[in-house]
């Protein structure tokens, strides 16, 4: 029996098992092979973003042969209703170039806690994070960058949108041009609304967040990477309720903050919580206002398990 010839591409579509791959050749739907699922491991075993290996049927359907390994996600921990699977990453978008979390400045309120643990989550992986600070129409510029004012400072650039206006969104389209990105943030907060502000003609489906609820629906049912005009591609995830940390231990998190991490060796012990200890340089520098409380108050609710 001849070796079947395997053609590299990469997923861009998931749903219901069947991804759909973009390779040399144009695009392919495909299944997992057989053999790939029974190899059970504590994550999805393909994602939007992996670059896989096919084997293509004369059809034009394929197998997804290989998933190669995964250079970076952005993944959290499935919410699973069922405890024994509770220790499961579910990634998002592996591979990307850059996250942009979007928040927006009012209709849903900014969970500037929840946007910490985006950031941390990023952090993880050595993915680069920007934030989007959208609906700046709502609130004016002035009240806008108040709101997040503490993200620059620390090395997060902030970009200010208005899907409504246009406001900003010349500088997103730039921001996005020749990578993959990630626009990832809760629901309501107007990412396919800025995404059809970025390259009109998407026609991704735009629901208005509740006004009985104030919660966002979910427009976008399953992630998918969408080619953009000016070159690169885009990837729009569902909107997300709770952000679980996956795999970060509670004494790892002082290294997933940015302004903390350098103070660290300087704490009176080596296990320091940075919560209670004396001779604790973190604390030191939330009281002296070198942190700004903000963060300081998300650090200590993720080291303590709250949410």
């Known amino acids: 029996m001849s070796t079947p010839t395997l053609h590299p591409g990469q997923i861009i579509k998931a749903q219901s098992g069947f991804f759909s791959?973009?390779?040399?050749?144009?695009?392919?739907?495909?299944?997992l092979r057989g053999r790939?699922?029974?190899?059970?491991?504590?994550?999805?075993?393909?994602?939007?973003?992996?670059?896989?290996?096919?084997?293509?049927?004369?059809?034009?359907?394929?197998?997804?042969c290989q998933v190669l390994p995964r250079a970076r996600v952005l993944s959290r921990r499935a919410p699973r209703a069922d405890d024994r699977q509770a220790s499961v990453?579910?990634?998002?978008?592996?591979?990307?170039?850059?996250v942009l979390f979007v928040f927006a400045c009012a209709q849903p309120a900014p969970h500037l806690r929840m946007l910490d643990r985006f950031l941390v989550a990023a952090e993880r992986t050595n993915l680069p994070a920007r934030i989007c600070a959208n609906k700046i129409d709502l609130v004016g510029p002035a009240a806008a960058r108040a709101l997040f004012d503490l993200y620059p400072p620390i090395g997060y650039e902030v970009l200010y949108t208005s899907a409504e206006t246009g406001e900003g969104v010349a500088e997103l389209r730039a921001a996005l041009q020749g990578k993959l990105s990630v626009l990832?943030?809760?629901?309501?907060?107007?990412k396919t609304s800025l995404l059809n502000a970025v390259q009109p003609g998407l026609g991704l489906s735009v629901r208005r967040v509740s006004r009985a609820t104030s919660k966002g629906r979910h427009t976008t049912v399953v992630p998918e990477i969408l080619p953009l005009a000016q070159g690169g591609f885009v990837a729009d995830t569902p909107g997300i309720r709770a952000m679980g940390l996956?795999?970060?231990?509670?004494?790892?998190?002082?290294?997933?903050?940015?302004?903390?991490?350098?103070?660290?060796?300087?704490?009176?012990?080596?296990?320091?919580?940075?919560?209670?200890?004396?001779?604790?340089?973190?604390?030191?520098?939330?009281?002296?206002?070198?942190?700004?409380?903000?963060?300081?108050?998300?650090?200590?609710?993720?080291?303590?398990?709250?949410?």
């Open 21 to 31: 791959v973009l390779w040399a050749g144009g695009m392919a739907i495909c299944q």
């Open 36 to 64: 790939l699922k029974q190899h059970r491991r504590a994550t999805d075993l393909a994602a939007v973003g992996d670059r896989v290996l096919i084997d293509l049927a004369e059809d034009g359907s394929g197998q997804i």
């Open 246 to 307: 996956w795999d970060i231990e509670p004494e790892e998190l002082d290294a997933y903050f940015p302004e903390i991490r350098p103070l660290v060796d300087q704490c009176q012990f080596n296990d320091c919580s940075h919560l209670s200890e004396p001779g604790c340089a973190v604390r030191r520098a939330a009281e002296s206002g070198g942190i700004d409380p903000r963060r300081y108050d998300s650090y200590t609710r993720l080291r303590r398990g709250e949410h």
């Open 184 to 190: 990832s943030g809760p629901s309501g907060a107007g």
């Open 89 to 98: 990453e579910q990634v998002l978008v592996a591979n990307p170039d850059q």
